[in-house]
């Protein structure tokens, strides 16, 4: 599957911004879904997963109860609303898919979108 990520820009603190990640060449919904993040000198980061079936989310805890990871199957696409965001959320995001069960399993994400910069401004 390819993704292509869009939907980042400055926003203030507090704001939301809701990231997309158009699939194309497969079925978005046979995969485990997730969005990673990455500042400058750093490890990207798991932020967000979706099981292929949809039924099991996670989140780390920094971004629990302000973002939500969701998938559109008739779109063939993936989102990540974000909301109430923080100074510390300036990253550039990922999207990424993995063809395994094992959604949290970082290791087993081959697909990426290209990065969606989002910078929180205070």
């Known amino acids: 599957v390819q993704l292509q990520a869009s939907g980042g820009g400055l926003v203030q603190v507090g704001g939301s911004l809701r990231l997309s990640c158009q699939a194309s060449?497969?079925?978005?919904?046979?995969?485990?879904t997730a969005w990673f993040r990455q500042t400058p000198g750093k490890e990207r980061e798991l932020i967000a997963a979706m099981s292929y079936t949809g039924g099991h989310t996670y989140y780390v805890k920094s971004v629990k109860d302000r973002f939500t990871i969701s998938r559109d199957s008739a779109k063939n696409a993936m989102y990540l609303q974000m909301n109430n965001l923080k100074p510390e959320d300036t990253a550039a995001y990922y999207c990424a898919a993995s063809f395994h069960s094992d959604y949290l399993n970082v290791y087993q994400y081959k697909s990426w979108g290209q990065g969606t910069q989002v910078t929180v401004s205070s």
């Open positions: 060449q497969d079925d978005i919904s046979q995969y485990s």
